[in-house]
């Protein structure tokens, strides 16, 4: 009992020697427009969304995944004319923020491998030799 009475004593010394170093906090307004500079958000012309989308139309690979997909490419080229200024920005910012390359097979086995080898220690399944199971 003496022991936990000191122990909670020196913490709670050391935790009020400390509280004169806290910095208080400031907090001021921002516009959202900065904000979306900031996060790369900010909205585009829409003639340089329109170039964007066409550019990424112009693209081998988008095309042969257009065809793959049963899509004709003069079909998506008039579609994407008949955007609204509104929808082709969208569409560019999609464009701008999708992870290139980015698969969730990765991700997926990750999961898989670290659930069986949790599984492994817990003496549940005996997928990995190299692991010793709790029980």
């Given at each position: 009992?003496?022991?936990?009475?000191?122990?909670?004593?020196?913490?709670?010394?050391s935790s009020l020697s400390f509280a004169g170093f806290m910095?208080?906090?400031?907090a001021a307004g921002i516009a959202a427009e900065a904000?979306?500079?900031?996060?790369?958000?900010?909205?585009?012309?829409?003639?340089?969304?329109?170039?964007?989308?066409?550019?990424?139309?112009?693209?081998?690979?988008?095309?042969?995944?257009?065809?793959?997909?049963?899509?004709?490419?003069?079909?998506?080229?008039?579609?994407?004319?008949?955007?609204?200024?509104?929808?082709?920005?969208?569409?560019?910012?999609?464009?701008?923020?999708?992870?290139?390359?980015?698969?969730?097979?990765?991700?997926?086995?990750?999961?898989?491998?670290?659930?069986?080898?949790?599984?492994?220690?817990?003496?549940?399944?005996?997928?990995?030799?190299?692991?010793?199971?709790?029980?």
């Open positions: 009992m003496r022991f936990a009475h000191r122990t909670f004593t020196l913490l709670l010394a910095q208080p906090a400031q904000v979306a500079v900031d996060e790369g958000l900010a909205l585009r012309p829409a003639a340089d969304a329109r170039a964007l989308i066409d550019a990424s139309l112009a693209r081998a690979d988008v095309q042969a995944g257009l065809q793959a997909r049963g899509v004709d490419l003069d079909q998506a080229r008039a579609r994407v004319a008949a955007l609204s200024d509104a929808e082709a920005q969208q569409l560019a910012r999609t464009i701008d923020s999708a992870p290139a390359g980015a698969s969730d097979l990765v991700g997926v086995l990750v999961f898989i491998f670290v659930l069986l080898l949790v599984t492994d220690i817990l003496g549940l399944t005996k997928v990995f030799p190299f692991t010793r199971s709790v029980r």
